[in-house]
């Protein structure tokens, strides 16, 4: 037990966050900078790092992925590989459960490099506001601009451009029907 305290105390948290609670963005891009290594080392890459409040409690979900997807072992070794760094870095007030999975088929697309990732791949946006009547557009993600903001769809009909902003949600879209046909 004194080991522990010990470990937290040396925490290498800078003055500010000392002073402060961090967000939970804040806290998802320490915990992603503490994971990146650890699953580097193991041969996979980290897609997401996501801390967010379910029910009453505060989950911190790392999803992780490599060339050839992610086993239960994958999961395993990597919680155990970023479970003490976490411990030692201490990036969270208060207690939290630790989760780590894939991301699934139809994995979500935050980021810009999720963007980039995933041109090429047929993607489902949900959008704040109608665009030509539709709130909700299928396509294949022809393109990214990270310095203009905005993705090319191409729907199978035309290419739609569409500043990140107005994109309440994107996934990798999965025609699961479709797949049963086969």
């Not at 590989?81 to 976490?86: K, Q, S, W």
Request: proline share 4%.
């Amino acid at each position: 037990m004194s080991e522990k305290i010990n470990d937290r105390a040396e925490s290498p948290k800078t003055e500010e966050t000392k002073k402060r609670r961090l967000s939970s963005a804040e806290i998802a891009q320490v915990a992603r900078e503490i994971g990146e290594p650890a699953a580097e080392s193991l041969g996979l890459y980290l897609w997401d790092c996501i801390y967010s409040k379910e029910g009453r409690e505060w989950v911190l979900t790392y999803q992780i992925d490599s060339d050839d997807g992610v086993t239960l072992d994958d999961c395993e070794a990597f919680y155990n590989a970023v479970d003490p760094l976490l411990d030692r870095a201490d990036p969270i007030d208060g207690s939290y459960n630790l989760s780590v999975s894939s991301p699934g088929i139809e994995r979500n697309i935050r980021t810009p490099e999720h963007y980039e990732a995933c041109v090429g791949v047929k993607i489902r946006v949900k959008l704040y506001a109608a665009v030509d009547g539709r709130k909700i557009i299928v396509g294949l993600l022809t393109a990214f601009d990270e310095e203009r903001k905005t993705i090319v769809l191409n729907d199978g009909s035309s290419d739609i451009e569409l500043p990140l902003d107005t994109i309440s949600r994107a996934n990798v879209y999965y025609d699961f029907e479709e797949d049963l046909k086969k």
